[in-house]
């Protein structure tokens, strides 16, 4: 037989290919669209898928008997998740503050007085590149087991040269240790550190010096640029400094405030600005004439409990292209899950299941420059696919809070078995 593949999915209740937008992110109509297949099935080889169809064409062309398959009789498949942005690599919790929170303080006044992301810098600084390596394995463990495929990690709790790299040094091992795809972004400008509080331009010039270290281990630079970090001024010297360096731009924009970032993300070609849940009018007009994708992230204000979520249907009606992510990190959202941010895209910004689940897969590729390997089940791109236990993908938001995904295959690998990580 030609070109025999090492696996067969047949059988697929309902397959989501989430295909046709390699080239460019989804917008408008193009989110409504899933590229669904009834009875599905598709052919993987080395890795890769090379045949993406339904079960009569894929029987037609292949000799079941000699090939590995997997019947995947009334359930729904998808694309893995591609969670394009989190802070996922970070020593001890703040389950302390989260009472404080639930008591009155909030999240910007605890980082005022040296808590929140200052206080996960001390315990992340305490720590080595191996023990963050075990405990961040554990996180990438419970991703795959709901379904993330790929990943982005930022840096960010290190915050001086010796820390940050051992940080990227952690994340460039687990690129070679764990099967998930990781993507490592620099996030210097995180917080302004203690030693710096007096003082945050030398900060930011420290945060410029360590840029060509950086840019061994990540292909992004991100800054956090809003109240109580860093200014649009500051962030300008970052943007600058790493575009020359070849690195690609992100911004955490407008979470907390409207402080400029977002034409400044614009101007410099940012490849993605993150958050916006205080996008104005007349930046939504601004975003819709650039190639930003806008990765929008709601668990941070279910967690921080704020009612301002980020206006993702006039977005998506202005043509603007929407990425989820979880931003899994210890402060503002310590979950790892992405069904649960489909969920929320739509009950907490109406965006209808269909939306979300392109939001959260294609579009988030984009966000990362990985459209061309994932975020879709096409030929040619890697075999990574999620089998979830409902029939309908409508479920995946309607079931919320418990985990749907019953099969991971990673790179065309069995990945996760019955809900358990194959080792
Ligand atoms: O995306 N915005 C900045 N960073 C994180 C919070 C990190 C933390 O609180 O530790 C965020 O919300
Ligand atoms: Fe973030």
Do not use: W
């Amino acid at each position: 037989m030609e070109n025999k593949p090492d696996l067969i999915i047949y059988n697929i209740g309902q397959l989501l290919t989430i295909r046709g937008t390699t080239q460019k992110p989804k917008v408008l109509r193009q989110m409504d669209d899933l590229g669904i297949i009834e009875d599905g099935a598709v052919a993987v080889k080395d890795g890769k898928f090379i045949h993406v169809s339904n079960t009569i064409e894929i029987r037609k062309r292949y000799e079941f008997g000699a090939i590995k398959t997997f019947d995947a009789s009334g359930k729904a498949a998808m694309p893995g998740f591609v969670d394009c942005h989190t802070h996922s690599l970070f020593g001890g919790n703040r389950a302390a503050e989260f009472v404080e929170r639930i008591q009155g303080a909030t999240y910007l006044e605890i980082l005022r007085k040296g808590g929140g992301i200052l206080s996960t810098v001390n315990n992340t600084r305490k720590l080595s590149t191996e023990e963050l390596t075990e405990i961040t394995q554990k996180h990438l463990d419970s991703m795959l087991l709901h379904g993330t495929t790929t990943v982005e990690i930022k840096s960010g709790y290190g915050l001086d040269l010796m820390n940050e790299i051992k940080i990227l040094k952690s994340i460039r091992e687990l690129q070679k240790t764990h099967c998930l795809d990781i993507v490592p972004t620099f996030l210097g400008a995180h917080a302004i550190p203690v030693e710096y509080k007096h003082d945050p331009d030398a900060y930011v010039d420290l945060v410029c010096d360590m840029l060509p270290f950086a840019k061994e281990y990540a292909v992004f630079c991100d800054v956090f640029c809003d109240e109580g970090a860093f200014n649009a001024k500051q962030t300008e010297k970052i943007f600058h400094t790493a575009r020359n360096l070849g690195f690609q731009l992100k911004l955490h924009s407008n979470e907390f405030k409207d402080i400029g970032g977002i034409p400044l993300a614009i101007k410099y070609e940012a490849v993605s600005i993150e958050h916006l849940d205080h996008v104005t009018p007349k930046e939504i007009s601004q975003l819709s004439g650039s190639k930003a994708i806008c990765v929008l992230l709601p668990g941070i204000p279910l967690f921080l409990m704020k009612d301002t979520y980020a206006p993702a249907k006039e977005m998506l009606e202005k043509g603007l292209a929407i990425a989820l992510a979880t931003d899994f990190n210890p402060g503002t959202c310590p979950c790892l899950n992405m069904q649960i941010m489909i969920t929320l895209g739509s009950l907490k910004m109406s965006m209808t299941p269909a939306q979300a689940i392109n939001a959260a897969t294609i579009n988030a590729a984009h966000a990362l420059s990985m459209a061309h390997r994932v975020g879709s089940i096409e030929e040619g791109k890697q075999a990574d696919m999620i089998i979830l236990d409902i029939n309908d993908y409508r479920q995946l938001s309607y079931y919320f809070g418990v985990n749907h995904v019953q099969t991971v295959i990673k790179n065309g690998r069995l990945v996760v078995d019955n809900k358990v990580l194959v080792k």
